[in-house]
């Protein structure tokens, strides 16, 4: 490590800083690049993180608590915060090598930063014990080299895993995280060669310590093996590291594989309460979290399979409702905003899914018209677009809009085809004027025809569901036309095909259907009922009965709001079962502990408070956040004159000052100059006034910035913030960094789209 780092580590408990002036960094890390990003705020000890042993060389039993801390939370593939733990351990014992080892590992996909990290803690390793060696020669010797063979790296890093376990064969956290790496190496490739030998080492942790996390590699082992096989460590999971909302989502898998949905949902909402309760304490934006979309995108698919509408919709709208999170394929173009993976694209496609599948045509139009489903082409695609609302305009009667929508997919599919003929034309010439013989000419050909064939086959399908809708759609209903086109459907669920093919008056094509559906889609609620209805209607009753006899405990959780499951209490009546016909199903027996999730935290995330501010202007005024009149104001928290990249920043700012005025959205900056330094700032300009057309204010012992957390705890030092704060005083979008935040015109887009879904509908 660099002398200069060692010293400042070593005085890190006492280093204050008194103003940027004196901070030459900027937001920049003193210890190093690999310091720079991950936590910047200090950790607390978190309860619920797991039953795990792993002592390391420390004289403090504070630091000690914090690395096993860490360790629980890599078991629960909670880096971050792991690294966060570790990072609180070489705030308290800036000599303990196994706290950069424990960083290493939170960073053990980022190469650079892993590598960083592990120099860290070899070069402190004399002082650690001889197994703790072992660890760190391990993680080293993977990352020496990190242009070499990574199938090699991987391999041989397990390798040195197992020396540690053969070496001390009482030592449990070395065998659970041999476990960990076989799995993520069998991730990257390298298969498991016996799911059942590799299962005896987890079956052994277990033995010992039935409550360590490593339930959470068993489950992880079978998932998409033998998922029964998981079931007892489904029920530990959770209950082995409480704290931890990724252990509670990990039986999730477990539950939906085998059909076990409202199970599932329990884990995945456990799950997503915890993070809320995380995130909303400690100020940090969801994406950020692992797995935190995946989860609650899950979880609404699991409530469909059930039937719930509601709480569907509710989950998928908060999570629209999200702060995005700017990620650009190319940083400096913001026109290539990066969507994939996040809450917002999630949550569109699943509300939009959930709008088509319980037919709520009407608020689906609006939402697709006016909403928060508007075609983007990035996570809601034009055609798209225009085959849901096509179809929902068939069906609430808007023949004439709908047939726009049906016009609009066939020009592109025409489009599509004149160009893939161009193309094929222009490689049969080529390959004619090349001399190729007739084989030659025809594989050109082809190749040409291949770039446009999924493009013509996806619209070629859009096109004929919106046919047989339109079909359907005529007075009376054009049943030849629909069953034309019918057999052509493709990427269609089941259920609703079957359905389809009743409308056209085939009931025997639509009962063969529904009956796939039903066994295609087990344990699911809507291809069960669309079976009960079709049968009804087919005059089978007994077998309606028998179908609907199954649905009554199914769909216990399900609402009226769909068309179909309000029409089972019709159908219940004929079929002489009673009107109100849910039945309660039977608890599982063998779930694990399951505290009541209001206990966990709450099923939505919300905003969290935005502290006061009140700060000095140059001409001495008290500047607070009520002086904004309740507007919505951006606060950016820079780092003084001195800092280049703060000007860069303010500069790129101020030129849409206006645009952001035009919103409704203050701007108000906060600097950790002096008001002396503010002062000199503004005399740099001719007029010695502000050069900037928004209010900036004076931070200099960082008061505000540590409240908005814009603050290294670790090294003692301001870092760069920006944040949207609402009317109502809430953080709606907040970026913190080593460096200012750049992307002004992307940054009002979301400001605006965040701030409307506060507006009454008109």
């Known amino acids: 490590m660099k002398a200069s780092a060692l010293v400042t580590l070593i005085s890190f408990s006492c280093f204050l800083i008194g103003t940027a002036e004196e901070d030459p960094t900027f937001g920049h890390s003193v210890h190093g690049e690999e310091f720079n990003e991950g936590p910047r705020q200090a950790a607390v000890l978190i309860p619920g993180t797991g039953d795990v042993h792993f002592e390391v060389t420390t004289d403090s039993d504070e630091a ?84 070499a063979d990574k199938k090699k790296r991987l391999r041989e890093f397990v390798r040195s895993i197992e020396k540690i376990a053969t070496e001390y064969p009482d030592d449990i956290e070395a065998q659970a995280f041999l476990m960990k790496q076989i799995y993520y190496n069998h991730g990257k490739g390298l298969e498991i060669p016996s799911h059942y030998a590799i299962n005896l080492l987890v079956d052994r942790i277990l033995t010992l310590d039935p409550d360590h996390p ?25 209950p082995s590291a409480p704290g931890i909302a990724h252990m509670w989502h990990m039986p999730g898998h477990i539950y ?42 899950w979880c609404i698919r699991n409530l469909n399979f059930l039937g719930d509408y509601q709480r569907s919709v509710e989950l998928a709208t908060n999570m629209i409702s999200l702060p995005r999170l700017a990620k650009f394929k190319k940083e400096e173009d913001e026109s290539t905003y990066d969507p994939s993976g ?112 999924k493009d013509i086959e996806t619209l ?74 079709i049968l009804h209607a087919a005059g089978k009753k007994e077998e309606a009965k028998k179908a609907f006899e199954t649905l009554r405990t199914l769909a216990y959780n399900s609402d009226d709001v769909s068309p179909l499951i309000a029409s089972l209490s019709g159908i219940a009546k004929d079929l002489g079962l009673p009107e109100k016909w849910r039945v309660k199903p039977e608890a599982s027996g063998d779930l694990g502990e399951r505290p009541p999730l209001d206990s966990l935290g709450p099923f939505r995330w919300t905003p969290p408070a935005a502290k006061p501010i009140a700060l000095s202007n140059t001409k001495a005024e008290t500047v607070t956040l009520n002086d904004f009149e309740g507007k919505p104001v951006l606060v950016i928290f820079f780092l003084g004159k001195g800092c280049s990249h703060c000007m860069e920043q303010l500069n790129e700012f101020a030129p849409v000052y206006d645009k952001y005025r035009e919103a409704g959205i203050e701007i108000l900056a906060v600097s950790t100059d002096s008001l002396a330094g503010l002062a000199e700032t503004f005399q740099e300009t001719a007029e010695g006034k502000n050069p900037f057309p928004f209010t900036m204010v004076s931070d200099p012992t960082f008061h505000s910035f540590r409240q908005y957390k814009a603050f290294d705890d670790f090294e003692q030092m301001g870092l760069h913030g920006t944040f949207l704060i609402d009317e109502s005083r809430r953080i709606r979008w907040q970026n913190i960094s080593f460096e200012p935040f750049m992307h002004p015109n992307w940054l009002l887009e979301e400001c605006v789209r965040l701030l409307s879904l506060d507006k009454p509908e008109s």
Not at 65 to 83: I, K, M, S, T
Not at 217 to 222: D, G, P, T
Not at 260 to 289: F, G, K, L, N, T
Not at 423 to 435: C, L, S, V
């Open 342 to 453: 996040s809450s917002w694209q999630y949550g569109r496609i699943r509300l939009r899914d959930t709008l088509v599948r319980f037919e709520q045509w009407d608020e689906l139009i609006r939402e697709a018209e006016s909403g928060v489903l508007v075609p983007d082409d990035k996570s809601i695609k034009q055609n798209e677009h225009d085959r849901f609302v096509g179809i929902a305009k068939y069906e609430t009667g808007n023949l004439d809009g709908a047939n726009v929508h049906l016009g609009n997919l066939e020009e592109r599919l025409k489009e599509k085809e004149v160009k893939r003929d161009k193309a094929i034309a222009d490689a049969e010439t080529k390959a004619k004027d090349a001399g190729k013989d007739e084989k030659g000419i025809k594989t050109a050909k082809e190749s040409a025809e291949k770039e446009f064939k």
């Open 214 to 238: 490593a339930n959470h590699y068993q489950i992880h082992l079978w998932d998409k093996e033998i998922p029964s096989k998981a079931l007892t460590a489904a029920a530990n999971c959770g």
């Open 64 to 147: 000690q608590q914090f690395f096993v801390q860490g360790v629980g939370q890599l078991h629960g593939f909670w880096d971050f915060e792991a690294e966060r733990s570790f990072r609180q351990v070489a705030l308290i014992d800036p000599e303990c090598a196994m706290a950069y080892w424990g960083m290493a590992m939170a960073n053990f996909k980022n190469d650079k930063r892993g590598k960083g990290f592990i120099e860290e803690a070899t070069s402190r390793k004399e002082q650690a014990s001889d197994r703790e060696k072992m660890w760190i020669d391990g993680l080293a010797k993977y990352f020496e080299d990190t242009k």
């Open 256 to 297: 939906s594989r085998l059909h076990r949905y409202q199970d599932a949902v329990w884990q995945q909402e456990a799950s997503a309460r915890i993070d809320h309760e995380h995130m909303i304490r400690y100020q940090i934006v969801p994406d950020q979290i692992h797995n935190f979309a995946h989860n609650n995108e």
């Open 460 to 533: 070629q399908n859009y096109v004929n569901d919106l046919l047989v809708y339109q079909a359907l759609s005529q007075t009376p209903p054009n049943l030849d036309a629909a069953k034309k086109v019918l057999p052509d459907l493709k990427d269609i669920a089941k259920a609703r095909h079957a359905m389809l093919w009743h409308r056209a008056g085939d009931n025997a094509k639509a009962i063969e259907l529904a009956e796939s559906a039903v066994k295609s889609g087990e344990g699911e609620v809507l291809p069960l009922a669309t079976q009960v209805s």
